[in-house]
């Protein structure tokens, strides 16, 4: 089933890191399609909650070195 969420994150603050947040959201399996906004401070990721939840999505930009507020 198809989701959209969008996540307030730290540490961004240039197209290196929306780069790099957008590509590792987007190599998991089941994220149809991400979008970092660095001057928002956020990310907005469509998903197949089939394949992937929220959990993961959250892990995946930690491990890329950004902070996800408020979960």
């Known amino acids: 089933m198809k989701n959209e969420i969008t996540l ?33 401070g956020k990310v907005a990721v469509s998903f197949d909650s089939d ?3 929220k959990k993961d999505i959250i892990r995946t930009i930690e491990e890329t070195g950004y902070d996800v507020e408020g979960e």
């Not at 540490?11 to 906004?37: P, Q």
């Open 8 to 40: 307030k994150v730290s540490g961004m603050s240039c197209n290196h890191c929306k780069h790099a947040v957008e590509s590792a959201l987007k190599k998991l399996a089941g994220v149809i399609s991400a979008e970092a906004f660095v001057k928002e």
């Open 51 to 53: 394949l992937v939840d």
